[in-house]
């Protein structure tokens, strides 16, 4: 399937908060508002050991994220397959893009295996 196309990426680049859905192996899903940093076609999300999201991810690599504005109405929908990242060459290239767009994180740094970086890459996109 195509990637996102250029007015597709230009919204993503131009946000940095998302709703972020992931599903149990038996389909339970899960929601959770949170931010992203794009690195060329892929999104690139960090999250916590621990977590349910990453539980799911380590089961199911389906995600869907949804990007959206309320004035005007308009938004983004994103289906994709994930990658985990905990260390490597890859791991520590996501970790520069993430600090490059976040203060919060650039004060705050971690490196390999004390968080996991999400690697996104898009599958269908459907945007209003």
């Known amino acids: 399937m195509p ?3 250029a ?3 230009k919204f ?3 946000h940095e908060l998302c709703r972020f859905a992931t599903a149990s192996k038996e389909a339970r899903p899960h929601v959770v508002p949170v931010i992203y940093a794009m690195d060329r076609e892929y999104i690139v999300i960090v999250v916590d050991y621990g977590t349910r999201k990453l539980k799911n991810l380590r089961e199911n690599q389906k995600v869907a994220l ?3 504005e309320y004035r005007p109405n308009r938004g983004l929908m994103v289906e994709g397959d994930c990658e985990i990242l905990e260390r490597g060459k890859e791991y520590l290239r996501l970790l ?4 490059d767009k976040f203060a919060y994180y650039r004060n705050n740094p971690w490196g390999e295996g004390e968080s996991p970086i ?3 890459r898009p599958t269908k996109c459907v945007m209003w």
């Open 12 to 14: 993503l680049r131009d």
């Open 118 to 120: 999400l690697k996104i």
């Open 7 to 9: 007015r597709q990426l």
């Open 96 to 99: 520069q893009v993430l600090f």
């Open 66 to 68: 949804v990007v959206d």
């Open 3 to 5: 990637g996102p196309t």
